[in-house]
């Protein structure tokens, strides 16, 4: 039996009571960077440039323009205190950050506000919002696929929330004996990067399994990344290496929703 057949089924929509509530006791932290979200800072620039480029290929954008999203419509599912919402509404882009944990919600809002950022921040979730039949230009899901109990499911309600034509790009983390050694074992338990139990292995979704869920979801031209970390210049950029952590963008066929 594979992992993924073990997962467990859903109690409460797509929502892990445990994840929301770990995330929220730690909603004061959000913008630490030397805290419990210091991994998150350091991977933020790579992540960031894989969104711009893939946003701006797709839309036939000029990747050197500095407000590079401007004029599209951006959700961020699982936004937690906003540390992405920030850089894409910085980049030009209309940003909605939704989150189910009313504390990071709170915690984004107030960041956004000492910023002189103008996010539209809601503690709902994906599948509100999908139900909604509000559609976004470009959807982003970071770091949230390894922590719901059913993946396929989040990125099927994720690309409702994606209009015609428009892309979704989700990052998580491979499942591997390596990933396992250094997103668990190393971070968690030896380094302390992170705080013990905010992963769990068998919740790893590999890139042929987010493929699929893509496939399954109506979207196409899947590509991905790896995010990798260097630990001599202690930096994350991009490479060719997803067995630890890795990033990917697919489309949303323009007449899909015209065909049904």
Not at 129 to 156: M, N, T, W, Y
Not at 211 to 223: C, T, V, Y
Request: aromatic letters at 6%.
């Amino acid at each position: 039996m594979s992992a993924a057949d073990t997962r467990e089924t859903p109690t409460n929509g797509n929502l892990d009571p445990q994840e929301v509530e770990r995330f929220a006791a730690l909603a004061s932290k959000w913008w630490d960077k030397s805290g419990e979200f210091r991994p998150l800072h350091q991977i933020a620039t790579a992540r960031l440039s894989f969104i711009r480029e893939a946003v701006t290929g797709h839309f036939l954008i000029d990747s050197r323009k500095v407000r590079a999203l401007t004029g599209l419509s951006v959700l961020d599912i699982g936004c937690g205190g906003g540390l992405i919402s920030e850089p894409m509404t910085r980049l030009g882009g209309v940003c909605t950050g939704i989150d189910p944990a009313e504390e990071n919600i709170a915690a984004a809002q107030l960041h956004a506000g000492e910023q002189g950022l103008t996010i539209d921040y809601r503690a709902t979730t994906v599948e509100q919002v999908a139900q909604s039949g509000e559609r976004f230009d470009v959807a982003v899901c970071l770091e949230v696929v390894e922590h719901v109990p059913d993946p396929a499911a989040l990125i099927a309600s994720c690309a409702q929330t994606v209009r015609p034509g428009g892309l979704l790009i989700v990052s998580t983390i491979n499942r591997t004996m390596k990933a396992y050694g250094l997103a668990i074992v190393a971070a968690e338990n030896l380094l302390g990067w992170l705080p013990q139990g905010t992963h769990q292995w068998e919740r790893f979704v590999t890139p042929e399994e987010l493929e699929s869920s893509f496939r399954q979801a109506g979207l196409e031209n899947a590509r991905f990344s790896g995010l990798v970390f260097n630990p001599l210049s202690d930096r994350w950029g991009l490479g060719a290496d997803t067995s630890v952590n890795y990033i990917a963008a697919a489309e949303k066929p323009e007449a899909l929703e015209q065909a049904v």
